[in-house]
């Protein structure tokens, strides 16, 4: 019996047939003349190559080779229906799966809240977070085991498409009875005369300062891979850092000051990045149409800037002190 050319419509007219035990209800049942219907069980027959139906001017039933058959296509039907409601499901978000790689500094902050949104409009999507930083985003990227990535751009970003997310600003953060807490905005040259807070060279935030502040040598106190680290390093008085205004949440102490940067600070660019190749989910394109409604604005006037900053004019220049 050769099955891999019949087909649904074939498969639920013969069990309607089975049912009806008529062809005119049965044909009622499909929707379809009897002539029609009549036609599509003699080539459900041409096609099984044997006879499946007795039929007579009174009583229609099944052959033995039909009583064989009716299980199978009963299960053929049933594993087709349940395929379609499996892919209705994850086509309406009710199931389906989202995966996102993202900076620390963007995972920490802004996007749990969107993440949070998302599921309560979503519930039956499975959420996948991956933190990291950024050549390890790009990678999960390009190798498949992210829909998407929040992420600045790499040294080779030819696998991707790229949509821009934000532009972040840097500020100073150093303890408030620092002198450098008493500016109301400061100068990257300003920085540079006490010990500084550098983040691991492979983070974002370093590569762009590195970028920024040359050809200004910062006086590199300690390099560390946490912004906690950073934060506990600057209550300590170990030393000032420049953070991008994304991760300010992490310097909310109240022994830490927040300073803006004089207008022309460093800017960091932050992207929604997808691989170029490759069709994302409905759940995972949900996700990334969230992310782009909820992106992150930084209005003038620079959200959380003056923490312990006075509005005197600039003093002269602090000299160097082990703040």
């Given at each position: 019996m050769?099955?891999?050319?019949?087909?649904t419509r074939?498969?639920?007219?013969?069990?309607a047939?089975?049912?009806e035990?008529?062809?005119t209800?049965?044909?009622?049942k499909?929707?379809?003349?009897q002539p029609?219907f009549?036609?599509?069980?003699?080539?459900?027959?041409?096609?099984?190559?044997v006879?499946l139906?007795d039929?007579?001017?009174?009583?229609?039933?099944?052959?033995?080779e039909?009583v064989?058959f009716e299980?199978?296509a009963?299960?053929?039907?049933g594993?087709?229906e349940?395929?379609?409601e499996?892919?209705?499901?994850?086509?309406?978000?009710?199931?389906?799966?989202?995966?996102?790689?993202?900076?620390p500094s963007l995972a920490s902050g802004w996007?749990?809240?969107v993440?949070g949104e998302f599921r309560?409009?979503?519930?039956?999507?499975?959420l996948?977070l991956?933190?990291?930083?950024?050549e390890?985003?790009?990678?999960?990227?390009?190798l498949g085991?992210?829909d998407?990535?929040l992420a600045?751009?790499?040294a080779d970003?030819?696998?991707?498409?790229t949509?821009?997310?934000?532009?972040d600003s840097f500020?100073?953060?150093c303890?408030?009875?620092?002198?450098?807490?008493?500016?109301p905005?400061v100068?990257?040259?300003d920085?540079?005369d006490y010990?500084?807070?550098?983040?691991?060279r492979s983070?974002?935030?370093?590569?762009?300062?590195?970028?920024a502040?040359?050809?200004?040598q910062?006086q590199?106190a300690f390099?560390?891979?946490?912004?906690?680290t950073v934060?506990?390093l600057?209550?300590?008085g170990?030393?000032?850092?420049?953070?991008?205004?994304?991760?300010?949440?992490q310097?909310?102490?109240?022994?830490?000051?927040v300073i803006?940067?004089?207008?022309?600070?460093?800017t960091?660019s932050?992207?929604?990045?997808?691989?170029r190749?490759r069709?994302m989910s409905a759940?995972?394109e949900?996700l990334?149409a969230?992310?782009?409604?909820r992106r992150p604005?930084?209005p003038?006037g620079?959200?959380?800037?003056?923490?312990?900053?006075?509005?005197?004019?600039?003093?002269?220049?602090?000299?160097?002190?082990?703040a």
């Amino acid at each position: 019996m050769n099955l891999t050319n019949m087909s649904t419509r074939q498969l639920r007219a013969f069990i309607a047939l089975v049912e009806e035990r008529n062809f005119t209800r049965a044909a009622d049942k499909t929707f379809l003349s009897q002539p029609a219907f009549s036609a599509l069980i003699r080539s459900i027959e041409t096609v099984a190559g044997v006879r499946l139906f007795d039929r007579s001017t009174r009583h229609v039933e099944l052959t033995p080779e039909g009583v064989l058959f009716e299980g199978s296509a009963r299960r053929l039907l049933g594993d087709f229906e349940l395929a379609m409601e499996e892919l209705s499901d994850h086509v309406a978000k009710r199931k389906g799966r989202a995966s996102v790689a993202a900076l620390p500094s963007l995972a920490s902050g802004w996007l749990p809240g969107v993440l949070g949104e998302f599921r309560a409009e979503f519930p039956g999507v499975a959420l996948e977070l991956h933190d990291a930083l950024l050549e390890p985003c790009l990678s999960l990227v390009r190798l498949g085991r992210v829909d998407f990535a929040l992420a600045a751009n790499g040294a080779d970003m030819s696998d991707f498409t790229t949509e821009l997310l934000c532009v972040d600003s840097f500020y100073l953060v150093c303890r408030k009875d620092h002198p450098l807490a008493q500016l109301p905005t400061v100068r990257l040259r300003d920085v540079a005369d006490y010990p500084f807070i550098q983040l691991a060279r492979s983070s974002s935030v370093r590569q762009h300062l590195d970028a920024a502040l040359h050809p200004v040598q910062m006086q590199t106190a300690f390099e560390v891979e946490h912004l906690a680290t950073v934060t506990g390093l600057v209550v300590a008085g170990l030393g000032v850092s420049l953070v991008p205004e994304m991760t300010l949440s992490q310097f909310s102490h109240p022994d830490v000051a927040v300073i803006p940067l004089s207008i022309r600070g460093p800017t960091r660019s932050l992207y929604l990045v997808r691989r170029r190749d490759r069709s994302m989910s409905a759940a995972a394109e949900a996700l990334y149409a969230l992310v782009k409604a909820r992106r992150p604005s930084f209005p003038a006037g620079k959200s959380g800037g003056k923490s312990g900053a006075k509005s005197a004019k600039r003093p002269a220049r602090p000299k160097a002190t082990a703040a």
